[in-house]
């Protein structure tokens, strides 16, 4: 049951960003693109040669969590792996070497708000986090992953903070 409950979650998650993808203009080609180590979520198209190569991670707060730890390396820890970095960087350099002009790299939280009168304070997001979307009972957030030259000699924590 539980297994079944994440996925449709997750299913949900993914859903409710291509909608708002949607009505920003960027049009989902493909969906779960299987890639040597895993998978890709989501591939977006925006006009001519823009693309975004996007993760998809949808998570249920059902308690009231500071902004500051909900931004931090060791919450997104928990829910981006390394691998699925690699993922995205590895399909990106495909765009990359077919002479695509623009190729964005973004990690989406799908958030659903199990409490009332969630909020999150704006104090604690930095340019590479976005607020893409605030509703009364979910919120999508944008997150720009931060690369290194060696990302294999990186461990995680170093990948997310500078």
């Known amino acids: 049951m539980k297994g079944l409950y994440r996925k449709r979650l997750g299913i949900w998650g993914e859903q409710t960003l291509d909608l708002w993808m949607r009505k920003n203009n960027w049009v989902p080609i493909l969906k779960n693109k299987k890639i040597k180590k895993g998978e890709v979520d989501r591939i977006y198209k925006y006009i ?11 998570i249920y707060l059902n308690k009231t969590i500071s902004s500051e730890y909900l931004f931090s390396a060791n919450f997104m820890k928990k829910f981006i792996k390394k691998q699925q970095l690699l993922n995205l960087l590895r399909f990106s350099d495909f765009f990359v070497k077919n002479k695509e002009n623009r190729v ?3 990690f989406f939280l799908v ?5 009332k009168n969630f909020y999150i304070d704006k104090v604690h997001l930095c340019q590479n986090i976005k607020i893409c979307c605030f509703e009364k009972n979910f919120a999508i957030i944008s997150i720009i992953p931060e690369f290194t030259t060696n990302l294999k ?3 995680d924590l170093e990948i997310w903070e500078k």
């Open 104 to 106: 964005f790299i973004r």
């Open 111 to 115: 958030l659903i708000f199990g409490k």
């Open 48 to 58: 001519k040669n823009y693309y975004c190569l996007a993760e998809v991670k949808t």
């Open 153 to 155: 000699g990186k461990s």
